[in-house]
């Protein structure tokens, strides 16, 4: 399994943006479609945005389309999450997970994801 982590977490004023970025320890993680979640206090984790391994296909939740875009640079082995226009409602510890399967299958968004990092806390707030 990779070794994911998260970063670019902080406090931000409503209207707001912050970009977050997901790397791995040692590993690529140029092969792998990636997730990104998240988990406010008391609430289910809700899948936020993924992207596939070439970056080609990428799908977001209802709650943060036209404001989240999700991205990733090859070369720095890096997926980002750019959020902006950001409301009290996005407060929550996000994650970052790959995708699991075969060679092939993890390269696409799916529904299965085994490799996860430790989070990065988002909150919102005046």
């Known amino acids: 399994q990779l070794q994911l982590v998260e970063s670019g977490g902080g406090l931000v004023q409503p209207g707001g943006s912050l970009r977050l970025s997901c790397a791995t320890s040692g590993f690529t993680l140029n092969g792998y479609a990636i997730g990104w979640f998240r988990q406010a206090p008391g609430k289910e984790r809700e899948r936020v945005s993924c992207i596939s391994a070439n970056g080609g296909s990428t799908n977001y939740a209802d709650s943060v389309k036209g404001r989240f875009t999700v991205s990733r640079d090859h070369g720095r082995f890096t997926v980002y999450l750019q959020m902006n226009s950001l409301i009290p409602e996005d407060t929550a510890v996000y994650y970052c997970?790959?995708?699991?399967?075969?060679?092939?299958?993890?390269?696409?968004?799916?529904?299965?994801?085994?490799?996860w990092g430790r989070g990065t806390q988002v909150t919102v707030s005046s």
């Open positions: 997970a790959a995708r699991s399967g075969s060679v092939s299958l993890r390269r696409f968004c799916g529904d299965e994801f085994d490799s």
